[in-house]
């Protein structure tokens, strides 16, 4: 079966690339930079139904990027979290949080004024973190 993106996190993302689990996608709201994985299982809604290698792949793979994000922002605080009220297909939230952020210190979920990034801005925020994500073995940049 091939690997179909939830059509809700399609509209309100831009795809970074690919590790090799998961989709890399880079939410259009400008906050953060709020960044999201999706493992490229189809049917899977939690974490614990992916297999055992999977979620030993996902950690690894959502580490790096919460290293990443972590150096490249100097974020007062990360935010993961996965909800799926909305969206079912498993996606991970990795936020960089800051104290002067539009929620600090509630969850961004529900506290911002959901204000996105124009087609300009989100252009180079992707470029910026395609090329941090390229320091990673395993990034593939997205080809669109």
């Given at each position: 079966m091939t690997f179909e993106l939830h059509p809700r996190l399609e509209a309100d993302t831009t795809w970074l690339g690919d590790f090799p689990l998961c989709r890399i996608l880079l939410s259009?709201?400008?906050?953060?930079?709020?960044?999201?994985?999706?493992?490229k299982v189809d049917g899977v809604t939690e974490l614990h139904h992916l297999s055992d290698t999977d979620q030993q792949q996902f950690m690894r793979e959502s580490s790096l990027l919460a290293a990443k994000l972590e150096f490249h922002t100097n974020a007062d605080k990360l935010n993961m979290g996965a909800l799926g009220n909305m969206v079912p297909?498993?996606?991970?939230?990795?936020?960089a949080r800051?104290?002067?952020?539009?929620?600090?210190?509630?969850?961004?979920?529900?506290?911002?004024?959901g204000i996105t990034?124009?087609?300009e801005s989100q252009a180079a925020v992707?470029?910026?973190w395609k090329a941090h994500l390229n320091e990673i073995d395993g990034f593939s940049p997205a080809t669109s």
């Open positions: 259009k709201e400008n906050i953060g930079p709020w960044i999201i994985l999706v493992p297909q498993l996606h991970v939230h990795h936020i800051f104290q002067d952020d539009a929620a600090w210190p509630a969850p961004v979920w529900g506290n911002t004024q990034r124009n087609d992707v470029e910026m």
